[in-house]
């Protein structure tokens, strides 16, 4: 997988991490995407940690993000429904931020990590 990711990219140090997960603190809840996402025709799907969740049919930790599966053609299709985000892509344990609107065209093989471009989630 690593071979695919684009060059560059910020590496995350394990001092780095207390301010990863500071800046995804106030994570959605799948409730939240999906009032998002509602009437979209691209597939789509909660992942990781709350797809456990979900199936189990409580919520069992907390979490500090959120991910959701999307194939990557159909990205753009999502990608308008969090215009006013700003898309990172995080794979490798590296971080390519984005400057501007991310398409995931050139990080296919990495997660897209959206934040508020003033850096928050809001609620």
Not at 53 to 64: A, I
Not at 72 to 97: L, N, Q, S, Y
């Amino acid at each position: 997988m690593e071979d695919e990711l684009p060059s560059g990219g910020i590496e995350v140090q394990s001092g780095n991490v207390a301010a990863l997960e500071a800046r995804w603190a106030d994570c959605w809840k799948p409730r939240d995407v999906a009032r998002r996402l509602d009437g979209i025709s691209a597939p789509w799907y909660v992942a990781a940690g709350w797809a456990l969740d979900l199936f189990r049919g409580e919520q069992t930790r907390e979490h500090h993000d959120i991910e959701i599966a999307v194939p990557v053609g159909r990205f753009p299709e999502i990608r308008e429904r969090f215009a006013e985000f700003t898309c990172d892509a995080v794979g490798a344990a590296r971080i390519w931020e984005s400057d501007g609107d991310a398409t995931g065209a050139d990080c296919h093989s990495a997660d897209v990590a959206a934040r508020a471009r003033d850096g928050t989630l809001p609620a």
